[in-house]
């Protein structure tokens, strides 16, 4: 009588199903990687992993966007005045570009003078405080658009993984554990 | 409030109103549990498994982060005393 199968096979063999279907071509991969850097969840898209793509895309704009309400863009889409912030918001690129042009567009106070001291020192206080928000919201602001901008590039490496795998993510569980299986069964068939 | 309102365009400006150290703090809430689901959302094969494991990475968080900031309360508080 053949013994029953043990579980980490039929868990390893699905996980090798789910990566052969896996359609991984060059164009693919930057496709999903661009959708992801354009739009949060925009490579989940891509990879056919549309209710995830939803759950990043409102997750990473509420962030994003929550950043903006609280400090304004003047000062925080301006990589003249934090150069490191702007980076971190770089991880957005479909956020961060458009509004980095916007905000050279117009308004009352230029996003450059920000950075130069004799203008801050002679500004009218009321309209700086119309652009710029003083602390503590200008923490929370900071602290916002930073998170957003990297949780983005993980939603990214997670859309690609995904689409190198046929949906499987970074750490799936199942994976990890068949493979502790198969490994302590290995050990046990050489010791025996 | 109306006129400021009628002032006020979000984003382009910055936020009108005070902002307390209250607010400040419950803003903390709204931040742990994006990255609460953005992280699980990484984690999961489908959206199903999200709701229990976005819980309890949210409850991690908020309760080992409430943590230290007891721990170095308490430790700022010793320092205070000892010197």
Redesign the interface.
Known sequence: VASAEPAWVSALSKAEDSMAKASVSADKLIQTAVAGWLVPGGGHFVAGQR??GW??FI??S??F??G????????LVNPTTNRWLFMAEMGIGGYTIP?YILNHMG?EIRPEDLARLDYLQNVDPQLY?????PY??A???Y??LV??GL?NV??I??ALTRMQTG???????EIVRANEAKASSQAGGQSS | VTSLLLMWI???????WS?S?GA?LL?FF??V???A???R???????EE?PKGVVITFLNMVLFMGGITVGLYLLYGFLLRTN
Request: aromatic share 16%.
């Open positions: 209710r995830l759950v990043f997750a990473i509420f962030l966007f929550g903006l309400v609280l400090g304004g863009m003047k000062n509004l308004g405080l119309k652009y710029v928000s503590p919201a923490d929370v602001a602290i916002y998170v957003a949780l993980l939603a490496l997670d949906g499987l993510p970074t750490y799936y569980r | 979000p984003i382009w400006h910055a936020w009108p902002f150290p400040r803003s709204p931040l549990l994006c990255i689901i953005v992280y959302a990484t984690r999961v094969r489908h959206v999200l």
